[in-house]
């Protein structure tokens, strides 16, 4: 493994309630990156971080939020859960300044469940 | 529109069959096409990137390479151990650090 931990890992919550997710790494890695795993839908990216206070929108990121306060974490946010966020949430890092290229490392994912 | 399109959706085997797996793409302007391996229940794990029509990789039974309008990940007498969803993904000129993922490969090997 990477280096990667994500918690919880798995998570049953109701509707309209938020829900944070957790990323942590140990590789000192630049770039993070959530994304969610639905079935006909594939991988999807949510939102992603290249540093400290740095982040940008991914292609479904509505309803969701992110913070970074240090290299090493970054956070997901549901502000009220909806059913539609029912799905398998993964993490992960790269950086292309390691050696590694630009290929990314992924986490062990988070099953959520908004009822 | 980035697309990226994979096929079979799935695909059974017999151990020590051999066979290969598509993935094709149209995308503004390539930078990197990845593959990668999930088994049930964990994360994708990382198997090869390529980078220009030609080039080829490769690590144990798979064999990745790339053409300027898709990519191949052919399996060499796979055993029940390589039954796994492989997923492909590209990068692209602008946003290299992204990656656009295609639906993947079920893949299924019989002993």
């Known amino acids: 493994d990477a280096g990667i931990t994500q918690s919880p890992r798995h998570k049953v919550t109701e509707t309209g309630t938020p829900v944070t997710l957790r990323c942590h790494q140990t590789?000192?890695?630049?770039?993070m990156y959530w994304y969610r795993q639905d079935p006909g839908h594939g991988l999807r990216l949510i939102h992603y971080s290249y540093g400290v206070k740095d982040t940008d929108k991914g292609e479904v990121s509505d309803g969701y939020s992110v913070s970074r306060s240090k290299t090493e974490d970054f956070l997901l946010t549901l502000e009220s859960a909806t059913s539609s966020q029912t799905s398998v949430y993964f993490c992960?890092?790269?950086?292309?300044?390691?050696?590694?290229?630009?290929?990314?490392?992924f986490g062990p994912g988070t099953r959520l469940t908004v009822t | 529109e980035d697309q990226v399109t994979q096929s079979p959706e799935a695909l059974r085997l017999q151990e020590g069959e051999s066979s290969s797996l598509n993935c094709s793409y149209t995308?503004?302007?390539?930078?990197?096409l990845f593959w990668y391996r999930q088994d049930p229940g964990k994360g994708p794990e990382f198997l090869f990137t390529l980078y220009s029509a030609g080039e080829e990789k490769e690590k144990e039974r798979l064999k990745a390479t790339l053409t300027k309008k898709e990519s191949f990940l052919h399996i060499t007498a796979p055993k029940p151990e390589d039954s796994a969803t492989y997923l492909c993904?590209?990068?692209?000129?602008?946003?290299?650090?992204?990656?656009?993922f295609g639906q993947g490969t079920r893949l299924t090997i019989n002993p």
């Open positions: 992960a890092i790269s950086d292309p300044w390691s050696g590694r290229g630009n290929e990314q490392y």
């Open positions: 995308v503004s302007g390539l930078r990197g």
């Open positions: 590789e000192n890695h630049r770039y």
């Open positions: 993904a590209v990068s692209l000129v602008q946003g290299a650090q992204k990656l656009v």
